[in-house]
Structures are given as C-alpha cells and as structure tokens.
C-alpha cells in the first residue's frame, strides 16, 4: 500500500501531463487553441466584392450567423475545403467568383482560396460561410 501511495503522490507532483502539439489538419488550421478570428471574402471577376470578419469561441464579428458559421468550421477542423457541398443546382452561368477566409483558427494560421464558376456554386460549397 505505501508503494501504491508513492507513486500516486509522484504522478501527482509532477502534474498534468503536458498537451500535444495541435493537430494541423491541413496547411495552417485544425488546432483547438484559443478561438478564432477570420476574415471571410470574396471578389468576383465582374469587380464586385464583399468581407466579413469571424470570430468563433466565442462566436460574434460581423458574420450575420456567427455561431452557424464557427460550427461548419469547427466540423471539418478548420478546412474549408472538406465543407460537403449541398445538394443544390446553380445555373450554368460563368461569371467567375473566388472566396477566400485568413486569420487565426485556434491558434494556427489558416488561409484558403478557392475560385468558383459563379456564386450560386460558392454558396452550395461553402454553405453558411459565405452567407453574407
């Protein structure tokens, strides 16, 4: 019993085991750090252009649904490319449209980019992301 109470006292001592490096799922992301702060847009051929800012734990910035838009990330770990497309048809109309998201996500550097044949397919990819 006193071996038993000294190698408890030992581990005790010694204190909370130290925390693995995050995880960087992809280039830059997928950390659990602290929260996040993103800046999501995105500029189309046509010259129009658009930009939010995203901040997740907690969730606020100027994203209309911010707690919607940390959730999606938050499933795929940060990945913007790994969001499952809805099952939507957009038009067949090129108007060209390229979506982008830097910033901070839990501790990691994330910057992504992605051109889109048009908003119709950007909003099916990337879901509440880019509702805006």
Do not use: N, S
């Given at each position: 019993?006193?071996?038993?109470?000294?190698?408890?006292t030992a581990v005790l001592a010694a204190g909370p085991?130290?925390?693995?490096a995050p995880d960087p799922g992809y280039a830059g992301g997928g950390g659990r750090g602290p929260g996040a702060r993103?800046?999501?847009s995105y500029m189309a051929d046509a010259g129009f252009a658009a930009a939010v800012k995203l901040e997740c734990d907690p969730p606020g910035g100027g994203h209309p649904q911010p707690a919607e838009a940390c959730a999606e990330l938050a499933l795929v770990a940060g990945d913007p490319g790994k969001i499952e497309p809805a099952r939507?048809?957009?038009?067949?109309?090129?108007?060209?449209?390229t979506a982008e998201i830097k910033g901070d996500w839990h501790g990691m550097p994330?910057?992504?980019h992605h051109k889109y044949g048009n908003s119709c397919e950007m909003h099916r990819?990337?879901?509440?992301l880019f509702d805006f």
């Open positions: 019993m006193i071996g038993f109470l000294a190698a408890v085991a130290p925390a693995t993103l800046t999501l939507t048809a957009c038009f067949l109309i090129y108007a060209p449209i994330l910057t992504w990819a990337l879901g509440v």
